[in-house]
């Protein structure tokens, strides 16, 4: 006999964890299948963001920070530290522990909100059955569902040419459960992940961080601009960052990896202690659904949606990484409530102009809407804003002066059409234009808003300020730029 409920979400990462809560909020009888095992050998919620994404490197990235400012900046403030040691083992269990209390906590947030936790591997069946290979038992368990939530993520993309080994070549998973801190550090993929890796591993001690990408571009979904510095910053910093660089051949000897790989200069071979693969992820949709079930996916193995994230199946939603856009926790979180609430039956929708991106370095990069070569490429007149943090108070007494803050605006409706910035806590300074912008503000919104002093939003401030040429902390004519 099969289990019966209104919604069944499948996947129970932040996308289906997020869309089953607000199920239940809505007063849904909700179930949440996920068949996530932790290193423990313990199912658990979360998805990859909490279980090996956003929060465990972010735990790294943190307490590698911490270690390079013991090293490196307290002898500025005046705070003299003699012995710094690293214990690896500790940070690495303090990681793990962030990661358990935070697992634990969705697990009580289901309990608290009446979803059903069920454990397994689900399987979509025509007529919204679903079947779900029980975690650590023979049977099947049957649900039917009066509507479907699908958020079963996505895994990273391997390369042939590369095949994952132990734990010396390895995934993004593998690179954030390093024992010891390699000397020489390989990456392929100069992307979010490479980056975010390859700075706690190089601030923890690598000698030598190589990261080999493929495009000639570095960052080349972001702005010019912001790609611009923080590619000059980070080779500052000492990432070796090749760029038009393709592997072509990978072996390892011992414990040892050698590379060959091909750019612009050549051929070229490198030896690394460990090899890290993030070139990418791709959806979680092998096997998600029968054949019978209908389910349309696209060329790349995404789950087809419209703009309200409904698949060609009535009833049956898709959400988060394995549907178009970009993969982000906090992007499938909006789209699991939107689908939640229009299965309540209430108007909802997600304002995909207003996605924030954030990369973890430090600096830290973060951006939201329209960069300045797409406006070009699109005609668009606008006006920009610039505003480095060299010239904040707040960035200097906390002597992080690296970076700028950018705002574009419609040069004729004065309208935020986009924020780009790297420098300190800017990870935290992009919610003040992504608020500005989901409410249609205008730079002269910002400009006309108040904030506190001394404190590194002013920058927010002085970058809408600048776009109309009236910004107090730098020289007439610096910040402005007319297209
Ligand atoms: P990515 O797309 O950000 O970067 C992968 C990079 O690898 C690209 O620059 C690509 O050109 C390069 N590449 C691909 N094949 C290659 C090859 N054969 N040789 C050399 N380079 C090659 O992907 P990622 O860094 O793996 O991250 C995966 C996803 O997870 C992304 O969508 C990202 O947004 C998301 N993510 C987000 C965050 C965050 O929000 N801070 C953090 C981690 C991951």
Request: charge should be negative; include cysteine; glycine fraction near 12%.
């Amino acid at each position: 006999m099969a289990d019966q409920f209104d919604v069944v979400v499948i996947g129970g990462g932040p996308a289906g964890y997020v869309a089953a809560i607000r199920c239940a909020q809505l007063g849904l009888n909700t179930a949440c299948v996920d068949q996530w095992i932790n290193t423990r050998s313990k199912p658990v919620l979360g998805g990859t963001c909490l279980n090996v994404g956003c929060i465990p490197s972010k735990s790294l990235l943190e307490s590698s920070e911490r270690f390079t400012q013991a090293q490196h900046e307290l002898a500025d403030h005046g705070i003299k530290v003699s012995g710094i040691k690293l214990d690896l083992s500790v940070m690495q269990a303090r990681k793990e522990r962030v990661v358990q209390d935070l697992t634990q906590g969705i697990e009580q947030l289901f309990k608290a909100n009446g979803v059903t936790w069920v454990q397994g591997r689900a399987q979509l069946q025509a007529g919204k059955q679903i079947t779900v290979r029980q975690t650590g038992k023979k049977t099947i368990r049957n649900l039917v569902a009066g509507h479907i939530i699908l958020a079963p993520g996505s895994s990273p993309i391997q390369l042939g040419s590369v095949p994952l080994q132990g734990d010396t070549v390895v995934d993004s998973s593998g690179a954030l459960e390093f024992r010891e801190v390699p000397k020489r550090l390989g990456i392929i993929g100069a992307g979010v992940i490479g980056l975010e890796l390859g700075s706690v591993w190089q601030r923890l001690g690598a000698e030598k961080v190589t990261l080999l990408e493929a495009q000639d571009t570095f960052l080349p979904f972001a702005d010019e601009q912001l790609a611009k510095d923080a590619q000059r910053i980070f080779t500052k910093q000492g990432l070796d960052i090749q760029l038009g660089s393709r592997v072509t051949a990978c072996t390892v000897k011992g414990k040892k990896v050698e590379l060959s790989y091909q750019n612009g200069d050549g051929e070229h071979q490198a030896q690394f202690d460990k090899l890290i693969v993030a070139v990418g992820r791709h959806a979680n949709t092998h096997g998600l659904a029968a054949d019978e079930a209908g389910l349309l996916l696209d060329e790349w193995g995404f789950i087809h949606v419209d703009e309200q994230c409904l698949t060609n199946l009535p009833g049956v939603y898709a959400v988060g990484d394995a549907v178009r856009g970009p993969m982000l926790a906090h992007k499938g979180s909006e789209e699991g409530v939107m689908a939640a609430e229009l299965i309540a039956g209430h108007v909802a929708h997600v304002n995909y102009d207003t996605v924030p991106s954030v990369i973890y370095t430090h600096p830290e990069i973060a951006w939201v809407g329209e960069t300045e070569q797409a406006l070009r490429a699109g005609g668009i007149d606008y006006r920009s804003g610039v505003f480095p943090f060299a010239a904040s108070g707040r960035a200097r007494a906390l002597g992080d002066t690296g970076g700028f803050v950018k705002l574009l605006a419609d040069a004729k409706t004065d309208r935020l059409l986009g924020a780009h910035m790297i420098g300190p806590q800017c990870s935290e300074l992009i919610a003040e234009a992504v608020i500005a912008m989901q409410l249609g503000g205008s730079a002269e919104d910002i400009a006309l808003t108040m904030f506190a002093h001394p404190a590194l939003s002013e920058s927010v401030h002085e970058a809408a300020l600048a776009i109309h040429g009236r910004a107090i902390h730098i020289a007439p004519g610096k910040g402005t730029l007319l297209n």
